[in-house]
Antibody, heavy 122, light 107 residues
C-alpha cells in the first residue's frame, strides 16, 4: 500500500521552530518529487514547498521563503520541513504529497498523507 | 502570478443532481489542471489531472473539461458520498496553485 505519514506537529510559541517529517512507504520514494501543502483552520489549501527526486531543485511559496527549509533523505524514505521564526499565521495542518502527471517539480498531487497540525500560539 | 478563481463558493444540491463547478485561471495554463475532493478532517483526494483525465479508481460520474483559462468539474449524478469541498489546482507555475474551494452541500 502506498502511504505517506506525517509527524512532528505540535504547539510552538511565536518565533519558535519545528521540524516536520513525512515517512513514505509502498513506492520507490527516490524517484518522485514531493511537496508540502498546508491548510489553516477553516481555510483552503496553500502550496508551501516542492523538492525534486534528488533534492537538487527546491521551490518555496512567498509566505515561507527564508523561514522554511524542505529536504529529503532517500535512504530513509523521508521528507522533511524545517520551520523557523514561526508566526501565528503558520498555524495549519501540514500535508506532504507526491507529485505526479506533470513535468519536473510541477504536477498534480496523487498521494497525500493524513496531515500533522502545527499551532503557533503563546 | 497566476490566480485561480472557483465558482460558486458554495453550491446546494440534491442527490441525483448534475453539478458543475467552474475554475478560472488569470492567464492560460494550457491543460495543467487538477481537481481534488476534501471532506472535513481528511486529506484531499485526487480526482482528475490534465484537466480531463480521471485518476484510476475515481467514479466515472466525475468528469473534467476545459483548457486555457476556463475549466469545469462535473458530477453527472450527485451521490451522498460526494458532499464535500472541491479544489482546483494549476500546475503551470508555482504561484497560487489552488482555487479557494467550492463546498457542495445538501439542499
Amino acid at each position: 500500500e502506498v502511504l505517506l505519514v506525517e509527524s512532528g506537529g505540535g504547539l510552538v510559541k511565536p518565533g519558535g521552530s519545528l521540524r516536520l517529517s513525512c515517512a513514505a512507504s509502498g513506492f520507490t520514494f527516490s524517484r518522485w518529487s514531493m511537496i508540502w501543502v498546508r491548510q489553516a483552520p477553516g481555510k483552503g489549501l496553500e502550496w508551501v514547498s516542492s523538492i525534486s527526486s534528488t533534492g537538487s531543485d527546491i521551490y518555496y511559496g512567498d509566505s515561507v521563503q527564508g523561514r522554511f527549509t524542505i529536504s529529503r533523505d532517500n535512504a530513509k524514505n523521508s521528507l522533511y520541513l524545517q520551520m523557523i521564526s514561526l508566526r501565528a499565521e503558520d498555524t495549519a495542518v501540514y500535508y506532504c504529497a507526491r507529485v505526479q502527471y506533470g513535468s519536473g517539480l510541477l504536477g498534480a498531487f496523487d498521494i497525500w498523507g493524513q496531515g500533522t497540525m502545527v499551532t503557533v500560539s503563546s | 502570478d497566476i490566480q485561480m478563481t472557483q465558482s460558486p463558493s458554495t453550491l446546494s444540491a440534491s442527490v441525483g443532481d448534475r453539478v458543475t463547478i467552474t475554475c478560472r485561471a488569470s492567464q492560460s495554463i494550457s491543460n495543467w489542471l487538477a481537481w481534488y475532493q476534501q471532506k472535513p478532517g481528511k486529506a484531499p483526494k485526487f480526482l482528475i489531472y490534465k484537466a480531463s483525465s480521471l485518476e484510476s479508481g475515481v467514479p466515472s460520474r466525475f468528469s473534467g473539461s476545459g483548457s486555457g483559462t476556463e475549466f469545469t468539474l462535473t458530477i453527472s449524478s450527485l451521490q451522498p458520498d460526494d458532499f464535500a469541498t472541491y479544489y482546483c489546482q494549476q500546475y503551470s507555475s508555482y504561484s497560487s496553485m489552488f482555487g479557494q474551494g467550492t463546498k457542495v452541500e445538501v439542499k
